[in-house]
């Protein structure tokens, strides 16, 4: 709040320099009520911001409509939390709109961020109920993220493995069992070299796929895989959880 309070008052001398400031603070502080579990001081925030960063994008769209799109992301992921379909959905669209068009424009550039707003709006639609509509995207984030790796595997593969990881997920929750192994397998094999290269970076990732490919199959192999290298990183989340259920 303090920092909103200094961003305000430089903006009103100079908003053309402060504005944006003003809008990442906004955006910020929508983040940290939404997390104290204060949605309506959460959703205030988040609207200002986006108001802030549609009239900035309508000035220079080339310099801030990513912002918009960053904007439309969160409100939909804090109204999907909020149990506000409706407008969450509606967010997530105008998010994925706006990557797209910019991704048009510069694919190097902007293609990574549509298929992150794919998976999001997966994940969305399988939460309410809409497979069809969720395998839509996560198939086309693949696709997206394996034709980057191809030309960037250092900085692609990992991503490539999340989604085929979340695939794999989704189609176990959807009772066809072949494909999901097929995509938690395909997760393993990237996250296991990933691992050797850089165990300190991957190796938690892969005691998730393994923890998934442990519950999907019933393994006990491979829930000891996970919790062996989960005790090896207890510092990361994911191993932190895994360590929690496993005995």
Known sequence: LRAIEIYEKLAKENPERYLEYVATSYNNAGNFYADQGQPEKAEDYYLRAIEIYEKLAKENPERYLEDVAMSYNNAGAFYDEQGQPEKAEDYYRRAIEIREKLAKENPERY?????????NAGAFYDEQGQPEKAEDYYRRAIEIYEKLAEENPERYQAYVAMS??????????????????????RAIEIREKLAEKNPERYAP?????????AI???????FAKA??????????????????ILP
Request: with cysteine; net charge negative; hydrophobic share 30%.
């Open 205 to 213: 990732d892969l005691a998730a796929s393994y923890f998934n490919y």
């Open 111 to 119: 293609q990574a961020d549509v298929a992150m707003s794919y998976i």
């Open 216 to 222: 999907f199959k019933q393994s006990g192999v491979y």
């Open 164 to 185: 085929y990881n979340n695939t794999g997920n989704f189609y176990a929750e959807q009772g066809q069992p072949e494909k999901a192994e097929d995509y938690y397998r």
């Open 227 to 244: 919790l062996e290298i989960a005790q090896e990183h207890p510092w990361h989340p994911y191993c932190r959880q895994i360590i929690d």
